[in-house]
């Protein structure tokens, strides 16, 4: 089954895959020969499943996306104490390569433009440039998950044509912030650069901060929690250099990009997002990439201020109707069905906030089990919080499923995720009862698995478990009485304010027992096939209907008329006596299966 967060990356990557604005950066001659029209994007979840579209295993050279790394590493090695006296955390308000310290403090104004990130390559612990690049190097490889490696061309490249950074350099040796040869402290940050990785990879270094510090697939505690936090904070206020402020009010997202045409950014406890496209904007952002992210955070809502916490929604219990059956009134021969095909129809109860990292969590987990479902159930009860994005998730995937033959269904009494369509045909069926849901979930069981042997095009009225057995002299009695009715599907069998017609004994089905309720909300009762009656309660009180029933495709009823019953009251009261036995004797059947299933599951 497809998936609808994979449809939704593909459906961005088409659409922004036109856009031919912006150019590569040329001031390093191994960026001015890329691929300008190159393009991928990723997006990581908490548990490191990726979704991928287009170039996402090109690889390329991390660049500026590589300062909060090092800005990392520089903090585990030092301390915050020590790294604070060497460059500040101010947004800095002008180009990343400018050559300037901050007036007052005489420090770079943060480790993301290049005066700060030079400071921070300083700052790693190492005897001499390759070692010092080593330690830099297996750091990234842990965030990324696999070994990264050193992009020799591009490093060359930087070498030849790095005087700006040089002159940087030299300006921070004259005001004592670095204590080495500038060109010992470039040739690690030169090389820093270099390093070439892909879409998916910084997608998963992304998710590494997002998880605060945790690999989502290795499990390795890449930094710790509190210096994860530092560097997110940075990223939120630096990470896009002076066009940071639009990035946080229109995006808001912890991000940093690079001149090599990547964005990697974060979503605290929830995703990691990479974007990758060489032509880059006035400021150095890659113009796809901003693009993409903007997009992204508008329709998933992802900017960081209105994701509350970082909960996320989980499956908090699963289980099939054979553990739990309803306490639904069933004939032996329903509960004998129910016991073979009941693991095809599953609840999953769900807790937490129901953004979109918790439903596409939830949403990948039953496309990949709804090969081998009929139903499914979401139990919402438990839900703190949700979102449009999840409503709208929720519908989608309940078209994609019921294209592949499997009906989902909501249990959702406050009403947190549904929303009433006007569209009949567009709501997502629900109920307020985990009992209602489940007995639908078995109606929708024993109406798609009945098969001829069971059940045959339409049962002989003799063979009705009512009046099977019944002495020949005493179905006689009936027979005449009763009245043959066909319904197509859709069409009502009875109304709610209708006056009762009579004894409904079904021989081809199946039959929906609904009723809404004040607020016009309906809730599924039951669903009547073949063998099974309804209505005699109503027929015997002489009282309307309270409730609506609807032919679900093809069927044909006996019906015995409330005048017939008065009938045989008075002519044959042993014959109506040994019916309504009949219809106690099944009722307390289904408590006794209800009973010893709820036992024995």
């Known amino acids: 089954m497809k998936s609808l967060v994979q449809d939704y990356v593909?459906?961005?990557?088409?659409?922004?895959?036109?856009?031919?604005?912006?150019?590569?950066?040329?001031?390093?001659?191994?960026?001015?020969?890329?691929?300008?029209?190159?393009?991928?994007?990723?997006?990581?979840?908490?548990?490191?499943?990726?979704?991928?579209?287009?170039?996402?295993?090109?690889?390329?050279?991390?660049?500026?996306?590589?300062?909060?790394?090092?800005?990392?590493?520089?903090?585990?090695?030092?301390?915050?104490?020590?790294?604070?006296?060497?460059?500040?955390?101010?947004?800095?308000?002008?180009?990343f390569n400018e050559i300037s310290l901050d007036p007052v403090t005489e420090r770079p104004r943060n480790p993301m433009i290049n005066a700060g990130a030079i400071t921070s390559a300083s700052l790693v612990l190492g005897d001499g440039v390759d070692e010092r690049f080593e330690r830099i190097r297996q750091f990234?490889?842990?965030?990324?998950?696999?070994?990264?490696?050193?992009?020799?061309?591009?490093?060359?490249?930087?070498?030849?044509?790095?005087?700006?950074?040089?002159?940087?350099?030299?300006?921070?040796?004259?005001?004592?912030?670095?204590?080495?040869?500038?060109?010992?402290?470039?040739?690690?940050?030169?090389?820093?650069?270099?390093i070439e990785v892909d879409c998916r990879d910084l997608s998963l270094m992304a998710a590494t901060l997002a998880d605060s510090g945790v690999h989502p697939l290795?499990?390795?505690?890449v930094l710790d929690a509190a210096t994860n936090q530092r560097v997110l904070s940075v990223m939120t206020t630096c990470g896009m250099y002076n066009a940071a402020g639009d990035w946080v009010t229109e995006v808001g997202l912890p991000a940093k990009s690079g001149v090599g045409g990547g964005i990697l950014a974060v979503l605290p406890g929830q995703l990691g997002l990479a974007v990758f496209?060489?032509?880059?904007?006035?400021?150095g952002n890659s113009v796809r990439g901003v693009a993409a992210c903007r997009r992204l955070s508008k329709d998933l809502e992802l900017h960081f201020l209105h994701v509350s916490r970082a909960a996320r929604s989980a499956v908090r219990a699963s289980y099939d109707v054979v553990d739990r059956p309803s306490r639904r009134r069933r004939s032996p021969a329903e509960?004998?069905?129910?016991?073979?095909?009941?693991?095809?129809?599953?609840?999953?109860?769900?807790?937490?906030?129901?953004?979109?990292?918790?439903?596409?969590?939830?949403?990948?987990?039953?496309?990949?089990?709804?090969?081998?479902?009929?139903?499914?159930?979401?139990?919402?009860?438990?839900?703190?919080?949700?979102?449009?994005?999840?409503?709208r998730m929720m519908v989608e995937i309940r078209e994609e499923l019921r294209a592949y033959g499997v009906e989902a269904v909501l249990v959702d009494p406050t009403g947190a995720v549904v929303q009433l369509d006007p569209d009949p045909a567009k709501r997502v069926r629900h109920f307020t009862d985990i009992n209602e849901a489940v007995a639908y979930a078995e109606d929708v069981l024993l109406a798609r698995h009945t098969g001829p042997a069971e059940h045959p095009g339409v049962m002989p009225i003799e063979d009705h478990p009512l009046l099977r057995d019944l002495p020949a002299d005493r179905l006689e009695l009936i027979r005449p009485r009763l009245e043959r009715r066909t319904y197509t599907d859709g069409d009502a069998v009875v109304r709610s304010g209708d006056p009762a017609q009579g004894l409904f004994l079904i021989v081809a089905g199946p039959v929906e027992v609904s009723v809404d309720d004040q607020a016009g909300v309906r809730h599924h009762l039951s669903m009547f096939t073949a063998g099974t009656t309804f209505g005699v309660a109503y027929a015997v009180a002489g009282r309307e209907y309270d409730i609506d029933a609807t032919a679900r495709g093809e069927v044909e009823a006996m019906v015995l008329p409330a005048a017939a019953i008065a009938e045989l009251t008075s002519a044959a009261p042993d014959l109506l006596l040994t019916l309504m036995s009949r219809l106690v004797t099944g009722a307390f059947e289904q408590m006794d299966w209800v009973t010893r299933a709820l036992v024995n599951g």
Request: hydrophobic share 35%.
């Open 10 to 95: 593909d459906g961005l990557y088409r659409d922004l895959t036109g856009e031919r604005a912006g150019s590569v950066a040329d001031y390093i001659p191994e960026l001015a020969v890329v691929d300008p029209d190159s393009f991928a994007i990723c997006l990581a979840t908490s548990d490191g499943y990726v979704y991928e579209a287009g170039d996402s295993r090109k690889r390329f050279a991390i660049q500026s996306i590589s300062k909060p790394f090092t800005y990392a590493l520089a903090l585990t090695d030092r301390g915050l104490g020590a790294v604070a006296t060497k460059v500040d955390v101010e947004p800095s308000g002008e180009p």
């Open 140 to 194: 990234y490889s842990r965030f990324a998950g696999r070994e990264l490696t050193l992009d020799r061309e591009m490093y060359e490249s930087e070498d030849r044509t790095g005087n700006r950074n040089r002159a940087i350099g030299y300006l921070l040796r004259e005001y004592g912030i670095l204590e080495e040869d500038p060109n010992t402290t470039l040739g690690v940050y030169f090389r820093q650069c270099s």
């Open 218 to 221: 290795t499990g390795d505690r």
């Open 277 to 283: 496209s060489p032509r880059l904007d006035s400021h």
């Open 335 to 391: 509960h004998e069905l129910l016991l073979l095909v009941g693991r095809r129809a599953r609840v999953y109860e769900l807790h937490g906030d129901l953004l979109f990292a918790g439903a596409e969590s939830v949403i990948r987990r039953l496309t990949g089990e709804a090969d081998d479902l009929d139903v499914l159930v979401l139990d919402v009860r438990g839900v703190d919080e949700t979102a449009a994005v999840t409503r």
